[in-house]
Nanobody, 120 residues
Framework: QVQLVESGGGLVQPGGSLRLSCAAS????????MGWYRQAPGKQRELVAA???????SYGYSVKGRFTISRDNAKDTVYLQMNSLKPEDTAVYYC??????????????WGQGTQVTVSS
């Protein structure tokens, strides 16, 4: 079993910055991909950014150039640095991990979500 604990959400003014963190704990062989998704009220959950164990990254179109994803493999932690925040970035942000178990199965795990609100 794997647990993902997110932190760093909150209220910020437009143009401001926030940094989200997500730490994985439990017993597993490896985390292949860690990423962030978000879901705004009335909208579908969408990819924000993802990073592989080899540090390959991908970003949602609306956040390219403003958000940066990184990971610390030694700490099984992923970070999302969010700059130049806009009101449309307001959403619940979820951490996701694609985990290879000790029996070499591949499973998806999700965090509980953290609220990010961008408003003046």
């Amino acid at each position: 079993q794997v647990q993902l604990v997110e932190s760093g959400g909150g209220l910020v003014q437009p143009g401001g910055s926030l940094r989200l963190s997500c730490a994985a704990s439990g017993t597993f062989f490896r985390i292949n991909v860690m990423g962030w998704y978000r879901q705004a009220p009335g909208k579908q959950r969408e990819l924000v950014a993802a990073i592989s164990v080899g540090d390959s990254t991908s970003y949602g179109y609306s956040v390219k150039g403003r958000f940066t994803i990184s990971r610390d493999n030694a700490k099984d932690t992923v970070y999302l640095q969010m700059n130049s925040l806009k009101p449309e970035d307001t959403a619940v942000y979820y951490c996701k991990a694609v985990v290879v178990t000790n029996s070499l199965d591949t499973l998806d795990y999700w965090g509980q979500g953290t609220q990010v609100t961008v408003s003046s």
